[in-house]
C-alpha cells in the first residue's frame, strides 16, 4: 500500500502561482505519477502526467502554463501552476501508477479568484 499525500493547494488571484506537491509513502522511481482535477459538477480529468522514463504530457487547457516534475530520490511529484485562471479551480489529486496497482491521494483544493 503506497499511501500520498498532496500539499500547496489554497487561494489565489488570476494570474498568480501556486506550486502542488505530492509527497509518497514508497518508491516512485518505476511509476507513472499524474496530477488529476476535478472541479464543482464535472468529471475528473488529467492535468499532467510524468512517466517512469521523465516522458511528460499535459491536457491542452494547461500548456505552456502548469509543469509536473518528480523527485525520486524524495518520492515527491509536483506540479507548478502559472498564470493561474477562475477556470483552474478543482480539487488536484495525486495518482501513482505501476503495472496494474494505481493509488490516490485525498486531494488538494485549489481556488482562483477572478
Known amino acids: 500500500q503506497v499511501q500520498l499525500v498532496e500539499s500547496g493547494g489554497g487561494l489565489v488571484q488570476a494570474g498568480g502561482s501556486l506550486r502542488l506537491s505530492c509527497a509518497a509513502s514508497?518508491?516512485?522511481?518505476?511509476?507513472?505519477m499524474s496530477w488529476f482535477r476535478q472541479a464543482a459538477g464535472k468529471q475528473r480529468e488529467l492535468v499532467a502526467r510524468?512517466?517512469?522514463?521523465?516522458?511528460?504530457n499535459y491536457a491542452d487547457s494547461v500548456k505552456g502554463r502548469f509543469t509536473i516534475s518528480r523527485d525520486n530520490a524524495k518520492n515527491t511529484v509536483y506540479l507548478q501552476m502559472n498564470s493561474l485562471k477562475p477556470e483552474d479551480t478543482a480539487v488536484y489529486c495525486c495518482?501513482?501508477?505501476?503495472?496494474?496497482?494505481?493509488?490516490w491521494g485525498q486531494g488538494t483544493q485549489v481556488t482562483v479568484s477572478s
Open positions: 495518482n501513482r501508477a505501476l503495472g496494474s496497482l494505481a493509488y
Open positions: 510524468v512517466t517512469g522514463l521523465d516522458t511528460t
Open positions: 514508497g518508491s516512485i522511481r518505476l511509476a507513472a
